[in-house]
């Protein structure tokens, strides 16, 4: 059996879960709010968030005027909380649940792995969660799943400590109550999951018992009741459209259509081994390492964890919509995987072997000798970068020898705390040095600012065919209506009101009725420009 359980002192899983804390803080909160929003999603969030905070609205999202059907209120209403107190809706408060969501996502991850194997175990686990590419990326952007993913894993950790008898049967009941704010936060994904789970895990045992132990009729209630009034009220103050539209477009047509993401079916095994860098070239050996499945699938924790990652991951690959972020349900499992394989190579229990050896060292050379290239790359591609990469490039070449030379020494533990400290630094020397340069390639806020100084405020603005938030929010306009075709544009010529339009390069080349001499402003961010096109009454 690879998974032994190991009870924790209470002082130890105090200090474990403030250090975690002041990780996630350190990886996730330095600079949050430095960056502008950068699209889609950011600045969608954000305008959903600024018209709220305007009207007093907690009930609607809305954005461009129109019903925001694609999530839940929970995470808008921590923004709110945020933004109340701060006085302000901005980058810092847009960001910031998402921030405190990969911390809770982090701790929980250290819980579930500390009383199913080991302090340790759960400790390096969450360590190595914290640290993986896709939870330090969504942890600092203003997406909802880092959120969900820490309800998530408190409704699997409460109920497995239920199911696995490791805890007081009632607990179970936290799980309902964390499964219905994760479904605020996300979606019906926050029950779907969890369930899909407890099926296959109580069909896995053949313990029917289990079904009784899961307390449905007080767990249905207790799920109502928290996230029941919201979904009632907007019902409500909509007349059934949002619900409606929240159901069907976003569950059903999502899942079985393919909206706006379709992909191939293998689409998860290309982008899962890159989302949990670096530590996938950990993953890899500890899988070969415990290849002896069959015992430790008789182990009903192993069981469980095991089912967790196969019903996430098959539930995602069968679904039409695939995005890399819906996979972070999952991590947790790889992290814990990689966190007792660290804990028995630290005690021999699981050999150095040669593909550990190999995969490692081969990685984290290259991390290495990929910081030594990077200055110089950045001398012949953009010099005004060179000074900017200085920084990260240093940390790369050392974090990638000091982890080659403790792999070397056989020092597991030590590769843990160089791994981890390459990407800590990482991210605060990205965040400092290279999102500043990133902010003329990807922030509309300069020419929005423009756009105010040039456009009267009781003047109608509009843009045609790709709306984009990031203009609703710089510019202060609730509202910019979409013209979704040159016929629509001729119409708004012919009108007697005088008016403005936003218009890409690619489409203006296709609207021969606009001269350019009606061009009052424009943009180039990349390979985009934008033009600010004036149309009077002619």
Known sequence: MFFQYAPASLDTSRSNVLLLCVLGAVLYFPALGARDFWAPVEPRYAEIARVMFIKGEWIVPTVNGNLYTDKPILYFWLVLIASKIYGAVNEWTVRLPAAIGGIGFVVATYLMGRDSFSARAGF??????????????????????????????LSIYFAGRTLLRKG????????????????LTKGLIGVV??????????????????????????????????????????????????????????HIQRYTAGAGHRQPFYYYFTTLPVDFLPWTVFAIPALFA???????????????????????????????TKRDLYLMPLLPTLALLVGNYLVDLESNRA???????????????????????????????????????????????????????????????????AVASLMTLGVITTSLWIFPYLEQFKSHRAFSEEIKKIVPPAAPLFVYADSMNDFNYYTEREAIPLLSSPLHVDQLIGRSEDGYLLVKERDLKRLPQISREWIVAGETLGSTTWSLVELKKR
């Open 351 to 417: 050999p150095h072997s040669a593909i550990y050896r190999w995969l490692t060292l081969s990685f984290f050379s290259i991390v290495a000798i990929a910081g030594l290239a990077l200055p110089s790359a950045a001398w012949f591609l953009r010099k005004e970068m060179f000074s900017l990469l200085i920084p990260s490039s240093i940390v790369l070449a050392l974090g990638g020898f000091l982890t080659v030379t403790f792999i070397r020494r056989r020092q597991p533990v030590a590769v843990l705390a």
């Open 290 to 320: 415990y290849r002896s499945y069959r015992p430790a699938w008789a182990d009903p924790v192993t069981r469980f964890v095991v089912l967790w990652f196969l019903v996430v991951f098959v539930f995602f690959c069968i679904s039409d």
């Open 193 to 250: 999951l969890p369930g899909l789970l407890f099926v296959a895990f109580v069909i896995a045992q053949h313990d029917w018992q289990l079904i009784a132990a899961a307390k449905l009729p007080l767990g249905i209630a207790i799920f109502l009741l928290v996230a029941g009034p919201w979904f009632y009220l907007v019902y409500q103050a909509t007349g059934g459209e949002w619900l409606s539209d929240f159901i069907y477009i976003h």
């Open 168 to 183: 007081n049967p009632y607990e179970i009941l936290f799980s309902y109550a964390f499964m219905a704010l994760a479904t």
């Open 124 to 153: 390096y686990g969450a360590i190595i969660l914290a640290t993986s590419m896709r939870v330090i990326w969504e942890s600092r952007w203003a997406h909802v799943d880092t959120l969900f993913c820490f309800f998530f894993v």
